[in-house]
């Protein structure tokens, strides 16, 4: 039987607390007086006020011991979306999730609040203002999407407010920030392969990047306002910056404050598109014989050559969500964080 946790605890657990978004979290639940019980298969720093709990979160047991006297968990731990191994997804992501519920129940947590994606949305075609109503994707471009989109109806559905379990989804957008392992180093790797001199489509198309610091305000404000009473159980909240810019203008400001040129000629989209499809289609024929991974996946392009932003409106009226770092200022910290990525460094 659940012992309950004091409502109002300062103990919080964060699964997933070693990652990018992950110790961004910790480090600012820490700045505002929370003690964190970090769960997470790998260790990569040590903070006073932090206790660290080894383990995958397919294990029940091992969770138990790190919700130990928590109310309020936050889950952001996942696969890196660029593998394509299906069952490792379907295994941390669906079924994890599913022990991740029940380990919180079985602990007496009281609050659940879930990391999922804006691409739960997504299917490779244009996203204009999306709002939180538009439909999961039918066809989803990965299987990283396909067990975000299992995952978060899982995380909404377990919310019950008799049983006093609330649960709730932030869906960020393309987050960026220093120490991000994804985006800037894999630009970085392009550009110095002489592969970012093409600007995939037009050029115009609107895309979200969100700063992690609003990342991790959106995630804080969602667990405070968690209440049996507030209209936000069980609901998705988009968290982005407020500031959808131009894709190519963004990978462009990024390379050119790391000292690189910005890319300058235009190729057609479905052209690009076919042949990203057509690469993938060899490495998946050949991948008994040889592994190869090509920059310019399919998902990639579509992620490049289509707008994808979204509204944050409903998390402005619902949280009181306003981002707390500009775009400009976050692309300046970013850019700043990495001299080891700088041109000729
Ligand atoms: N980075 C983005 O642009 C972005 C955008 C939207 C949503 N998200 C979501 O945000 C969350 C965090 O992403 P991130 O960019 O910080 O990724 P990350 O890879 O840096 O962090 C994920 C963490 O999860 C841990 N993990 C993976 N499998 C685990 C398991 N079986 N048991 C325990 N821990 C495990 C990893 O060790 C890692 O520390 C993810 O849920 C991701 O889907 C990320
Ligand atoms: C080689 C270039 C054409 C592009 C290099 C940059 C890309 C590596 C990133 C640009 C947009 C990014 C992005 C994600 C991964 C890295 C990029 C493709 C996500 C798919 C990561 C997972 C998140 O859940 C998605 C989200 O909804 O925020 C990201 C979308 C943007």
């Given amino acids: 039987m659940a012992t309950r946790v004091r409502p109002g605890s300062k103990r919080c657990a964060v699964i997933g607390g070693s990652g990018f978004l992950g110790r961004h979290l910790v480090e600012k639940l820490l700045d505002r007086g929370y003690s964190v019980s970090l769960f997470d298969i790998r260790q990569s720093y040590e903070l006073p006020g932090v206790t660290f709990h080894q383990g995958d979160l397919c294990d029940k047991q091992a969770l138990l011991s790190a919700l130990k006297d928590v109310s309020l968990v936050f889950h952001c731990a996942s696969p890196a979306p660029s593998s394509d191994d299906r069952l490792l997804f379907e295994r941390v992501n669906i079924q994890g999730t599913q022990t991740v519920i029940q380990a919180c129940l079985d602990a007496g947590v009281q609050k659940l609040v879930l990391t999922s994606s804006a691409s739960v949305v997504f299917e490779g075609t244009d996203v204009k203002n999306g709002k939180e109503d538009l439909p999961y994707a039918k066809k989803p471009i990965d299987y990283y999407t396909q067990t975000k989109i299992e995952q978060e109806k899982l995380v909404l559905e377990a919310c019950n407010k008799p049983k006093g379990f609330l649960t709730v989804a932030i869906r960020p957008h393309g987050i960026f920030g220093p120490r991000d392992p994804q985006l800037v180093p894999t630009l970085v790797d392009a550009a110095r392969r002489g592969k970012m001199k093409f600007i995939i489509g037009d050029g115009t198309n609107l895309v979200d990047f969100t700063y992690v610091e ?3 305000h959106g995630h804080i ?3 405070e306002h968690l209440r049996a009473d507030s209209p936000i159980c069980g609901k998705p909240y988009h968290i982005t910056n ?12 990024v390379l050119v404050g790391l000292g690189y040129a910005a890319p300058r000629f235009h190729l057609p989209y479905t052209l690009v598109y076919g042949l990203a ?3 993938w289609l060899l490495t998946w024929i050949l991948h008994p014989f040889m592994s190869f991974k090509p920059t310019f996946t399919p998902m990639r392009v579509a992620l490049a050559g289509t707008y994808h932003y979204y509204s944050c409106e409903r998390a402005k009226e619902h949280l009181g969500y306003k981002p707390v770092v500009s775009l400009k200022e976050g692309i300046a910290r970013t850019v700043a964080s990495y001299p080891h990525l700088r041109r000729g460094a």
């Avoid at 407020?242 to 400001?253: G, L, N």
């Fill in 277 to 279: 499809l057509l690469l």
């Fill in 214 to 216: 609003n990342v991790v």
């Fill in 242 to 253: 407020d500031e959808p810019i131009r894709f190519w203008d963004f990978m462009s400001e």
């Fill in 221 to 223: 404000l969602a667990a």
